[in-house]
């Protein structure tokens, strides 16, 4: 047995070299964020609504079928919202 392994078998050197992809992974996602951030703060600088942004970002990644169905439950529920409430019927004593 080499003196990377240790008492279980498992190869030290292997466990470092994937903590360490993981770690670089973990600064360039952090990095890609502060840029996110920063793009967001560029659109709001130009009078752009970054609420309104995410929301298009966000359907954007829905397939066409999944955002009108999803369209289509919004209308259908805002029109049951503004919809009068029926009265109830009055119950014979």
Known sequence: MSDTTDTVGVAGDRIRSI???????????????ETK????????????????????????????????????LLDLYLRAMDAPTPAPIAQAA
């Open 19 to 33: 903590i360490e992809r993981i770690e670089r992974l973990d600064e360039e996602i952090k990095d890609l964020m």
């Open 37 to 72: 951030k920063e793009i967001f703060g560029e659109a709001k600088g130009e009078g752009l609504d970054v609420k309104v942004l995410k929301e298009i970002l966000k359907l954007r990644k829905q397939d066409k079928d999944e955002r009108d169905e999803q369209e289509t």
